[in-house]
Nanobody, 126 residues
Framework: QEQLVESGGGLVQPGGSLRLSCVAS????????IGWFRQAPGKQREMVSC????????YYEDSVEGRFTISADNAKNTVYLQMNSLEPEDTAVYYC???????????????????WGQGTRVTVSS
């Protein structure tokens, strides 16, 4: 069964760091673009970052560029999102999703991703 499971969220003070993990099962990361998304209360889900491991291409939403780093470990079939210099505006439930198209490129269009997990909550507050 193909699925993604997120973990690593929590409560952190502004300026702090967290590392989120997205473990894939039932398929290899090598053939798929994986994105990290977030959804704050009352807002639509938006892409934060994406990685296409095959050619090591990455995408970052403007507000997280320079603060967040996405990476993939093929041996562990896991995608990570290292989040530094966290801000209260980063508070949201974070999800990972797989691009529907095999070998497809990263794209910020949320509708073209699938296999959403339960998400992991990130709260940035003092």
């Amino acid at each position: 069964q193909e699925q993604l499971v997120e973990s690593g969220g929590g409560l952190v003070q502004p300026g702090g760091s967290l590392r989120l993990s997205c473990v894939a099962s039932g398929f290899s990361l090598d053939f798929w673009a994986i994105g990290w998304f977030r959804q704050a209360p009352g807002k639509q889900r938006e892409m934060v970052s994406c990685i296409r491991h095959r050619n090591n291409s990455t995408y970052y939403e403007d507000s997280v560029e320079g603060r967040f780093t996405i990476s993939a470990d093929n041996a562990k079939n896991t995608v990570y999102l290292q989040m530094n210099s966290l801000e209260p505006e980063d508070t949201a439930v974070y999800y990972c999703g797989r691009r529907r198209l095999r070998l497809g490129l990263c794209s910020p269009d949320v509708s073209i991703y699938e296999f959403w997990g339960q998400g992991t909550r990130v709260t940035v507050s003092s």
